[in-house]
């Protein structure tokens, strides 16, 4: 069966890093496209970050931009989100997902989820 496991969250402080990693493992890994999404309490879940099957392209949400990377190694089936200069307005859980369609910021066209991690950024 096809598992996205996330991990590398945690508790930093406003201004801190922290590298999210996802395995993923059951399906072709360079075969699909790659997102973040978050979604943080009362609010609905919302998009990151993508990367194409390839890595040559890379998408992100206006807030993170600047501070945010997303990578992916095929190699590994691993893709990661760097998180830089980290904000208390970033604190949420974060979901690795994956889809073989387009339109990267909707995450109607993802097919498979990851469990999440939390990132909570302190004042």
């Known amino acids: 069966q096809v598992q996205l496991v996330e991990s590398g969250g945690g508790l930093v402080q406003a201004g801190g890093s922290l590298r999210l990693s996802c395995a993923a493992s059951?399906?072709?890994?360079?075969?699909?496209?790659m997102g973040w999404f978050r979604q943080a309490p009362g609010k609905e879940r919302e998009f990151v970050a993508a990367?194409?099957?390839?890595?040559?392209?890379?998408y992100y949400v206006d807030s993170v931009k600047g501070r945010f990377t997303i990578s992916r190694d095929n190699a590994k089936n691993t893709v990661f989100l760097q998180m830089n200069s980290l904000k208390p307005e970033d604190t949420a859980v974060y979901y690795c997902?994956?889809?073989?369609?387009?339109?990267?910021?909707?995450?109607?066209?993802?097919?498979?989820w990851g469990q999440g991690t939390q990132v909570t950024v302190s004042s």
């Open positions: 990367i194409s099957w390839s890595g040559s392209s890379t």
């Open positions: 059951g399906l072709t890994f360079s075969s699909y496209a």
């Open positions: 997902a994956a889809t073989r369609r387009g339109d990267y910021d909707s995450d109607q066209n993802y097919d498979y």
